[in-house]
Nanobody, 123 residues
Framework: QVQLVESGGGLVQAGGSLRLSCAAS????????MGWFRQAPGKERELVAT????????YTADSVKGRFTASRDNAKNTVYLQMNSLKPEDTAVYYC????????????????WGQGTQVTVSS
């Protein structure tokens, strides 16, 4: 069982930056590939980024490529999402998720989810 707790969301002006964190419980964090998703009101949940179990492999959605970066610190059981050059269309609830796997791909099913953190970008 893995529990995930996101933090770092908030209100930021367009062009600004935020770094989201996702702290995971348990001693097997390195057994999990991680993902970041977002869901805006009235829209479907969207995969934003993934990172493999050791952080060597990452995926970033085209909508955020060049602006968002996923990373992880396995010693701290934490995964991060660095978000730069934020746009109003990035406004959403952001979720982290874990899959017991070395890596994940778009379309992979995740095993555990956090409760989400709100990111609001004002124009």
């Amino acid at each position: 069982q893995v529990q995930l707790v996101e933090s770092g969301g908030g209100l930021v002006q367009a062009g600004g930056s935020l770094r989201l964190s996702c702290a995971a419980s348990g001693r097997t964090f390195t057994s999990y590939a991680m993902g970041w998703f977002r869901q805006a009101p009235g829209k479907e949940r969207e995969l934003v980024a993934t990172i493999s179990y050791l952080g060597a492999s990452t995926y970033t959605a085209d909508s955020v490529k060049g602006r968002f970066t996923a990373s992880r610190d396995n010693a701290k059981n934490t995964v991060y999402l660095q978000m730069n050059s934020l746009k109003p269309e990035d406004t959403a609830v952001y979720y982290c998720a874990a899959k017991r796997s070395f890596t994940v791909y778009p379309g992979s099913a995740f095993d555990y989810w956090g409760q989400g953190t709100q990111v609001t970008v004002s124009s």
